[in-house]
């Protein structure tokens, strides 16, 4: 991914991210709370804009000049599918959605943890 696609990810996640998290404070408040999930809610929109912002600051870093191009574009994909996997998985969830979305959420967090490895494995890599 270079920059461009970096920063178009990072508005497309900003701006789901806040459109469902105010969905979830306000036109699902109620059904969220009668299934007891509004924390896995608020943990699932939490990590959507976290990844939404961090995925901004990629697009700087890239845009920048010399680093290790293929660590860095691997992170920022890791993030978005890790966003789409933990996040979606638990909105899902949420919302009443199959049993079956519940083993894909650690998949997501694996994705996470996986796109933050290559940032810090980038930092002492040689730039491309």
């Known amino acids: 991914m270079d920059y461009r696609r970096t920063l178009l990810a990072a508005g497309v996640l900003g701006i789901t991210g806040i459109a469902l998290g105010a969905f979830g404070?306000?036109?699902f408040a109620a059904g969220l709370a009668e299934r007891g999930?509004?924390?896995s809610?608020?943990?699932a929109s939490r990590y959507h804009l976290l990844h939404a912002v961090a995925l901004l600051g990629l697009a700087i870093w890239q845009r920048q000049g010399p680093h290790p191009r293929r660590a860095i574009a691997w992170a920022a994909r890791l993030w978005v599918v890790g966003t789409v996997l933990f996040s979606g998985s638990l909105y899902a969830?949420?919302?009443g959605g199959g049993r079956w979305f519940g083993?894909?959420?650690p998949?997501?967090?694996v994705a996470f943890m996986a796109g933050w490895a290559l940032i810090a494995a980038a930092a002492w890599m040689k730039e491309e």
Do not use: I
């Open 37 to 39: 999930m509004t924390r």
């Open 41 to 43: 809610w608020e943990s």
């Open 107 to 109: 998949l997501g967090g």
């Open 25 to 27: 404070a306000h036109a």
């Open 93 to 95: 969830l949420a919302l």
């Open 103 to 105: 083993p894909v959420t």
